[in-house]
């Protein structure tokens, strides 16, 4: 019985050599893969073919496909504004400092939580520090506010009063945010890391470890000649996808941290905001899709970049 | 060798001042939130106000339909878009998986494409609204979150490492088709995997308040997140909320800032108390999504 339908199969496989044929014989496959494929093509591919609206004068009332052809004008607009160079600086500032901040603190705190041995303790560490990273920006809104309210914010009354200085209208102060954001931001994102790397950490074989100590290795010769080149590989492709969101801002973080002030621009805008807020306040779709392109076309060189170069050095740690 | 056994009293110290400065914002939320309105007023939040006052409940309480509302849009959202979401996911995981299967490595680029390249906000915008027509219904909140790349290569990753394929020739030539196989095989035999991504898929859904910023209006379709967006950032909408309290009650004045925080802490709650339970499935989705698929 089963031998006759093996037989069949084999035969069906013959028959199905050309690739109209082949497709068909996986026809439940593609029918199963479909749902994911036409939703990619609703969220991620019908808004590439967008791109072209950064070279149009948007109307709503002509239309999109009736609106006007105005070539590279709203480019040369973004770029005389003097905003383009602005939001471009304070993305890549904020990212970069995001990124080394982060990465140099997660390690060292994946370090440290592995030294734990006691079970109890260890499973109280990891959950506390990552429990930032699962509440909403809202709340971080709120957290920030607690502190930060002019009025009755802790800071001010607690701290500055006490210490004689003047209170601080935070969110009308834009020199103090890029402190600010950062610690915002570490707060946020850190304890996420460092148990990605923790699990990295746990993954490395004690036996290396139990060598090193034989040959006398001191605890910090171990972090720096075993620990911190055997996670080498998370480190790198963290960092890759990192600097290939470098023009993504976190636009939680500059929104809801800084209450959507308009005060504290000159330090906090950023692409996504600048284009959240020519899209849906200013409703100047010029700036916004031209600055929107802008990001997309630049992080897309980024991470093609970043990647050849990783690549490069070793195959294996590149993202593709 | 001891050093092995016991923990460095330093480190202990490091990290409990890490631990203590990631609790110490939510604390100071509570506090505030059950402060009395007159010692936040004159004295600003404190970690331990000198009097405690439930009133900023009670006044949430008396006019509860919003926050139920908004419960109920976000508790909807998230129940419909995980259980879709995960549906898509490892129905397209699962296809990829196979080795055989002939459009496997074009999907992959078709991945691999919306993970390095996006139109921005304004088409994508222009999608939902000029294409879909979703604006100001739930579907705008729940289709944008229904697909991720990365989730769909974790699970490929999932299902090509840790399902023998002779499990699945064996099915097959049983006579079982490639629905049977995926409905009653690969889903029962993948439950960590989509515990871990659906957990996933939970908290960002459960915390998005950019869509309903984005596509909503209508102040039925309020997300939990989004009221609360709302109630810090407009003044006049914290004071609609008291006001419509107020005026079924007899307290003389509005505690707003309590309000305020016990809007956030409402909202905190749940996450809290759930929390504990759900750690180690995160821990563990990390180390997943930590491997290259």
Redesign the interface.
Same mark, same amino acid.
């Given at each position: 019985m089963?031998s006759v $339908?093996?037989l069949e199969a084999k035969a069906s496989i013959t028959r199905s050599k050309t690739?109209k044929g082949?497709?068909w014989k996986?026809r439940?496959?593609?029918i199963?893969?479909l @749902?994911?494929?036409l939703?990619?093509l609703?969220?991620?591919?019908? @808004?590439?073919?967008?791109?072209f609206?950064a070279f149009k004068d948007l109307n709503y009332t002509e239309g999109?496909w009736a609106s006007k052809w105005v070539g590279l004008d709203n480019f040369k607009f973004l770029f005389a504004s003097n905003d383009a160079w602005v939001i471009i600086r304070h993305t890549i500032f904020y990212n970069l400092a995001f990124l080394i901040i982060n990465t140099v603190l997660a390690i060292l705190?994946a370090i440290?939580?592995n $030294?734990?041995?006691?079970k109890v303790?260890s499973?109280? &560490?990891?959950?506390?520090?990552?429990? @930032?990273n699962?509440?909403?920006? %809202?709340?971080v809104?709120?957290?920030v506010?607690?502190?930060l309210?002019p009025?009755?914010? &802790?800071v001010?009354?607690?701290i500055m009063e006490p210490m004689g200085w003047e209170p601080v209208n935070w969110y009308a102060t834009p020199e103090h945010w890029p402190y600010i954001l950062t610690i915002v931001n570490t707060?946020k994102n850190v304890?996420?890391a460092a148990? %990605?790397y923790l699990?990295?950490i746990i993954g490395i074989d004690q036996e290396y470890y139990e060598a090193a100590v034989i040959d006398g290795a001191s605890?910090w010769k171990q972090m720096t000649n075993i620990t911190i080149p055997l996670i080498a590989p998370?480190i790198i492709?963290l960092t890759v996808l990192a600097i290939?969101r470098i023009f993504n801002a976190d &636009?939680?973080l500059f929104y809801?941290a800084t209450?959507?002030s308009g005060m504290l621009k000159s330090t906090t805008d950023v692409i996504?905001t600048y284009?959240?807020n020519a899209?849906?306040v200013t409703g100047d779709?010029g700036l916004?899709?031209s600055a929107?392109?802008l990001?997309?076309v630049v992080? &897309?060189i980024l991470?093609?970049s970043v990647n050849l170069i990783v690549r490069k050095f070793s195959k294996d740690n590149a993202?593709? | 060798m001891s050093? /092995?056994?016991?923990?460095?009293p330093l480190?202990?110290a =490091? #990290?409990?001042l890490?631990?203590l400065?990631?609790?110490i914002?939510?604390w100071?939320?509570l506090m505030?939130s059950i402060a009395d309105e007159k010692e =936040?007023?004159k004295? *600003?939040?404190?970690?331990w106000p000198q009097k405690f006052s439930f009133v900023a409940y009670q006044f949430l309480a008396q006019d509860a339909e919003k926050i139920l509302r908004a419960y109920g849009v976000s508790i909807f959202v998230t129940v419909v878009g995980v259980v879709v979401s995960l549906? +898509?996911?490892s129905?397209?995981a699962?296809?990829?998986s196979?080795k055989d299967?002939? #459009?496997r490595g074009a999907?992959s680029i078709?991945? #691999?494409?919306?993970m390095?390249?996006? *139109?921005?906000?304004?088409?994508?915008?222009? +999608?939902y609204t000029?294409?879909?027509h979703v604006q100001d219904t739930l579907l705008a909140l729940i289709?944008?979150g229904?697909?991720g *790349?990365f989730n769909?290569i974790i699970m490929r990753t999932f299902f090509t490492n840790s399902i023998p394929p002779s499990l699945i020739d064996s099915a097959q030539?049983d006579g079982a088709?490639?629905?049977r196989t995926?409905f009653s095989i690969i889903l029962p035999l993948s439950l960590p995997v989509l515990a871990t991504i659906g957990l996933f898929i939970t908290?960002s859904y459960?915390?998005?308040?950019?869509t309903s910023? +984005?596509f909503i209006q209508n102040e039925k379709l309020f997300s939990l /997140?989004?009221l609360?967006?709302k109630t810090?950032?407009n003044a006049s909408f914290l004071q609609s909320i008291a006001n419509k309290a107020y005026s079924t009650t007899a307290q003389v004045t509005q505690p707003l800032?309590s309000i305020?925080?016990a809007m956030?802490m409402i909202?905190?709650g749940p996450?809290v108390l759930v929390?504990?339970f759900l /750690?180690k499935y995160? +821990?563990k989705g990390?180390?997943v *999504?930590?491997v290259?698929g």
């Open positions: 089963a $339908e093996v690739r082949k497709l996986y439940s496959l593609i199963l893969a @749902p994911g494929i939703l990619m609703i969220n991620n591919y019908l @808004p590439m073919f967008g791109i609206l999109i705190l440290l939580l $030294e734990v041995k006691n303790m499973k109280f &560490f990891q959950s506390t520090v990552i429990l @930032p699962f509440i909403s920006m %809202v709340i809104g709120y957290l506010y607690g502190f309210n009025d009755l914010g &802790f001010n009354k607690f707060w304890g996420y148990v %990605v699990a990295a605890r998370v492709i290939g &636009f939680g809801q209450m959507a996504d284009v959240y899209l849906m779709t916004a899709s929107g392109l990001q997309s992080g &897309f991470v093609v993202l593709f | 050093t /092995q056994k016991r923990t460095h480190i202990i =490091v #990290l409990s890490f631990s400065a990631c609790l914002p939510f100071l939320v505030i =936040v007023l004295h *600003g939040y404190s970690f549906f +898509v996911t129905a397209m699962f296809s990829m196979r299967f002939p #459009l999907l078709y991945i #691999l494409i919306t390095l390249f996006s *139109g921005g906000l304004l088409p994508w915008y222009l +999608v000029r294409f879909l289709i944008p229904l697909i *790349g769909v030539i088709s490639e629905y995926y908290v459960w915390n998005d308040w950019f910023l +984005v /997140q989004y609360l967006n810090l950032m800032e305020r925080m956030a909202a905190i996450l929390f504990p /750690q995160f +821990v990390l180390t *999504g930590a290259k």
